[in-house]
């Protein structure tokens, strides 16, 4: 929905918010994969589920554009901090634990060079339009 929502400012998809999710997705997409596979899913039934997974979070995104136009800002702040929120906690919650049992001392300086890159691109996103 945030990304349907990005788009009634007029114009496309900002390019900072598309590198966000994909690469938000993308250790998530292949941490619940292997998981799946593990506990006796086939490549079907993953590939299935991932890709129903993409086709209703399309939907979402035109929904978000059809119902939020004319929301008023502070509804679409509050929707895009849910948003944010529960990537949080998705990280919080499945991925931190996980990439400290294979990587450990390393997990926070990478999470650091995340944020500081995801802090580039929206500057940097901010700085080129008009």
Not at 21 to 30: A, D, K, Q, T
Not at 104 to 122: E, P, Q
């Amino acid at each position: 929905m945030v990304i349907g929502a990005s788009l009634l400012s007029g114009g496309a998809v900002s390019v900072v918010t598309v590198v966000a999710v994909f690469l938000s997705n993308v250790p998530e997409g292949l941490s619940s994969a292997a998981g799946m596979r593990q506990a006796g899913r086939s490549r079907r039934y993953v590939f299935l589920l991932w890709t129903g997974i993409a086709l209703v979070s399309g939907v979402a995104a035109l929904v978000g554009n059809t119902l939020l136009d004319g929301a008023p800002p502070e509804v679409l702040a509050a929707i895009t901090a849910l948003a944010a929120g529960a990537i949080l906690a998705m990280i919080t919650d499945t991925m931190v634990p996980e990439a400290f049992e294979n990587a450990h001392l390393l997990v926070g300086l990478i999470t650091v060079a995340g944020f500081l890159t995801a802090f580039a691109l929206s500057h940097a996103g901010a700085s080129a339009q008009p």
